[in-house]
Every structure is written in C-alpha cells, then in structure tokens.
C-alpha cells in the first residue's frame, strides 16, 4: 500500500500495482531532504525541482511512480479539448503521480477539482506540476496530494494542449521519465533515476534511522562534533 498523509492528518491508503514493488522499500517516514542526500551521495546532485513547487495543503507527503505530460500552447479551439487529457487520467496505474510539465506558461492552470476525482478514481498518489492549478480548496477537500508553482483560475483550453504523455519530460527543471520514482513532501519534489533507485532506496532509508538515533543523542545533550564523527549525519 501506499500511504498519503492527508491535510486533516489522516492517511489514505493506495493499493499499490506490481510496477511499485520498489516503492515499498523506502520507510514511509524517510523525507524529501533524506532522499535528495541520498542521491547526492550517488553523485545525482540535480534530481530536486524548483522550490516554487510547494503543496497545495501543508503536511501533505506523495510517493508513487511518474505519469508524465507535457503542454505547448495552442490559438485555437477545439470541439474535445480535454481528450488527452481523459485519455491520460483514465488510464492511470495506481500508485502513479501525475507529473505535469507545463512549459514555462504563466497563462493558465493545469489540474483542477475533476481532474483529481478522476485521479483517485483511479488510486493515483497525486500530482505534481511546474505550473499552475485551481479549485484549490476543492481539492484539498478531496485529501488528494497536490504541488504546484502557484493558483490560478483560468482552463487551459484553447490556450494550452497536450504535446507529450508517457515520455521524458522537465518539470522543475529536472528530468523525469515514466515510472521513475517520485517523493514530494512539505520540503520539495525529488525524483530518483532509475538507473540508482535501488541503491538510493537503500541509503535513504539508512539515513533516516541515523538521523533518529543522532536526533536521540542531541536532545540528550551529545554535542554535534561528536555525532558527526560517529555517524557522519547532520
């Protein structure tokens, strides 16, 4: 199972498909921070997106694997703007996070309210995207974790359209492939290559136990000089 912690501090669980055995090897409580250290130490040093990314409900934390699109913009109407993107949400795999790509644009919001019923529907873990979203109320109503750059009302129709689904794009300023392993927490947006998940798993979780025995012995008065030397953690 997945679990997505919940604005109310409640926790909805996701079962997760055969795809997202990996997922259950990182410790649920392991963060954001944890997992970007990890990966540097892999000499993955670029894998964090922009820190305008932020959840759209504080305490909000998402695993799951990367469903990718992206958007280019487009001066026309059409009579079934929206097909891609049912065709995307409908076949989501659960345990998938939208990773929304929006191509700089500043013009309109990607994700709304139906979008992320939709999503749930479908037992997705949430979504994150570069650009804009709305109905933000509404969708943290539905408890579904949901980061963005910003808010903003306007539909993407006859503005923007979908380009590319199922294919590597840059959110954030990094590159995320499909089912490339995704955390995103109050903290920030990490994606894990998949060529060093295993590895990066490994360490993060191990990361996280030190950091609980190291937090331990500061509140007990050890100094930092003296945790770093035993367990090389700050």
Known sequence: MIRCLAPNGGVRLIKVSVMSATVEQ?????????????????????????????????????????????????????????????????????????????????????????????????????????????????????SFPVFAAGTRPIDFRARMEISVTDQMVVCGGVRVHPGELVLADDDGVVVVPGDVEQEATTRANQRARSETTVLDELLAGATLDSVWNRYGVL
């Open 26 to 142: 990182l410790d649920e409580k392991v963060t954001s921070a944890q997992l970007a250290d990890a990966l540097d130490s892999l000499g993955r040093r670029d894998q964090v997106m922009h820190a305008a990314i932020v959840p759209l409900a504080l305490g909000t934390r998402a695993l799951g694997r990367a469903a990718t699109v992206a958007f280019a913009p487009v001066d026309r109407d059409s009579d079934r703007p929206y097909d891609a993107a049912i065709s995307l949400i409908d076949g989501l795999a659960p345990g998938s996070i939208v990773v929304i790509s929006s191509g700089g644009s500043t013009s309109t919001a990607f994700w709304g309210e139906l979008f992320s019923a939709a999503a749930i529907g479908r037992g997705a873990a949430g979504a994150v995207c570069d650009g804009y979203v709305r109905d933000s109320d509404k969708v943290r109503a539905l």
